[in-house]
């Protein structure tokens, strides 16, 4: 056995996972695919790309030392500040010899003889462990459109998520953007006024509110540093893992002009505010959605000039907040400015690309630049990347073809000793990410050291405590209005087979970060039932 325990992948979740085995004395490495570490940061070099949670509910809680030296410069950090943190808790906790770079894992195969994962890497090699952690993140297997033609353009183009790492000159340069969700929109509003032209092509709108960024002075992150435990702890109360508490009030129990002044007074705060403080309903009751959905739309309305690109902006088919809610900086403002061009194409769609563009039904356009802000295989897509096999021979990728079936969000049944952290149906997608991540990751690890001082070497969740967890999932959705989006919360993407917009895949656990906690918790309380061990 080279390993008791392989981690994959080195960003956000693999860099605590691997901190947490090393200072257990277990012999683990980490396996990256990429040239270093960082993960979504390391990636998504995109203009604008940054935090939508506040910054200092986004780092690492785990130590006192690392809270208390490092200085959040912005309220919403940027992608370069990011990977810069994530290499000084590297460096600092001396992890990187633990990791090693452009090592795609290609295939995981349990040998049950043995009981030993077999992981065969990009480089060659074939290594074993007992234990498999997959910290292989979210949102990490970008989807480009499939249009005829990709390959005849002359210019540049590249995915949001492989934008290159050298500068992009774009100053002068004619530039498309296809796609409006969390990227296309913070990319919109960064870019537009530093191109020549730049032409969005919008399928299908998102609701957006302000991001509210600012810069945080020694004065400001002295007081969030006393502050930290307190921040912390209201991060655990609340459901989505913010410093946002949803308003307790009843939608219909205050009149309309007393949440019509809630409205008012969150427009414009800060991060996801307008989303996690507003009355429950508007995640629950059309109704209250609808109002809500109205009072947005106006602001649009209130931002945007041109009142036929206004209309255009507001999307018809969903309402605020039932899917992900990109938060901008000057993105309704950027269709004021005469170099912006919206391109609506759900009337006059894409038909392909050209050596000099793109071609609509109903015109040719010349870019320099075309960028795919066109979304991931969402959750599920990256553990289908990789070929794994659990007893028997069984895929896993075949298992979930209808979507995930998982225990906790962190097992699955017939895949013994395979541990996911933020795994499908966890606690991890639906909320502020890394404290979702510290969740798993203590939870998994937790688990591992149970098994040691007990002698065991093999753990599976039963049939039936899977079926129960899933089940548990489902019905957490059935009260959402989220369950209804095309969002990739329910596993729609129009570019991956199988992912089409009608069949919802249970993807997040949507229960809330207090009752997922209380729920792990129970389980390990109750020496693991649900998990089935062996010596
Ligand atoms: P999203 O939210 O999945 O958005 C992708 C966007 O790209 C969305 O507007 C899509 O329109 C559009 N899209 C996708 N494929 C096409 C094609 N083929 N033609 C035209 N338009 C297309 O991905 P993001 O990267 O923005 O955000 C993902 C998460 O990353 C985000 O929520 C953050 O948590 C970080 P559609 O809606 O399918 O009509």
Known sequence: MDYEVIVVGAGVGGIYQIKRLVDLGISATVLEGGADLGGTWYWNRYPGARFDSESYTYGYSFSRELLDEWHWKERFSGQPENLRYLNHVAEKFDLRRHMQFNCRVESAHYDQAANLWRLKISDGRTLSARFVVLTIGLLSIPTPPRLQGMEDFKGRSFH????????????????????????????????????????????????SAPLGNGPIGEAEMADIRR?????????????????HE????????????????????????????I?????????????????????????????????????????????????????????????????????????TPIVRVTPKGLRTSERDYEFDIIVYATGFDAISGAYDHIDIQGEGGVKLSERWNDGPATFLGMMVHGFPNLLMPSGPQSGSASTNYPRGIETGVNWCTDLLQYMRSHGLSRADATAEAEARWTEHVVQMYSIMLMRKAKSWFTGYNSNVPGHEHGRVRYMVYNGGAPKYVQRINDVAAKDYEGIRFAA
């Open 227 to 243: 502050r930290y435990d307190e921040i912390f702890t209201t991060c655990a109360r609340t459901p989505g893992g913010f410093e």
């Open 275 to 347: 989303w996690l403080r507003n009355f429950r309903e508007i995640f629950t009751n059309e109704e209250a959605n609808a109002e809500f959905s109205e009072y947005i739309a106006n602001r649009i309305r209130q931002r945007v000039k041109d009142p036929k690109v206004a209309e255009k902006l507001i999307p018809r088919d969903h309402g605020f907040g039932v899917q992900r809610v990109p938060m901008e900086t000057n993105y309704f403002e950027a269709y004021n400015r005469p170099n912006v061009h919206l391109v609506d194409i759900s009337e």
């Open 246 to 273: 949803p308003d307790r009030r009843g939608f219909y129990e205050v009149s309309r002009e007393e949440r019509v002044k809630l409205w008012d007074s969150l427009y414009g705060k800060p991060g996801f505010a």
């Open 160 to 207: 949001t998520f492989h934008w290159p790492q050298e500068k992009v000159e774009m100053a002068g340069k004619k530039v498309a953007v296809i796609g409006t969700g969390a990227t296309g929109i913070q990319v919109i509003g960064e870019i537009a006024d530093k191109v020549g032209e730049l032409t969005v092509f919008q399928r299908r709108p998102n609701w």
